[in-house]
């Protein structure tokens, strides 16, 4: 079956960054839909950012002008890049895929890897 693996979470000071890694396998990677999304302590899962296929991408709020997703296709493979990154990013960041069109709502996607904690600290 479908099977998405974060990478690259860690702890970084405030104003740092870090690049997270999502690998995919099981999917026809290059036409399908990729999103990023995060959860922290107590709080709803996130909309981050997706991009789809024909690299069209949204932001979250939250994260626009600091984070960056792309993908590449020849590795299956999605990344985000997050830079400026603040306490208030620490969360478990989770990549999502969906065969069908999808944006910025948990429910669009079918397909989820398990996490990758991020940690801020100040």
């Known amino acids: 079956q479908v099977q998405l693996a974060e990478s690259g979470g860690g702890l970084v000071q405030a104003g740092g960054s870090l690049r997270l890694s999502c690998a995919a396998s099981?999917?026809?990677?290059?036409?399908?839909?990729l999103a990023w999304f995060r959860q922290a302590p107590g709080k709803e899962r996130e909309f981050v950012a997706a991009i789809t296929w024909v690299g069209f991408i949204t932001y979250g709020d939250s994260v626009k002008g600091r984070f960056t997703i792309s993908r590449e296709n020849a590795k299956n493979r999605v990344y985000l890049q997050m830079n400026s990154l603040k306490p208030e990013d620490t969360a478990v960041y989770y990549c999502?895929?969906?065969?069908?069109?999808?944006?910025?709502?948990?429910?669009?996607?079918?397909?989820w890897g398990q996490g990758t904690q991020v940690t801020v600290s100040s």
């Open positions: 999502a895929a969906s065969r069908t069109q999808a944006k910025d709502i948990t429910s669009d996607y079918d397909y």
């Open positions: 099981g999917l026809t990677f290059s036409r399908s839909y």
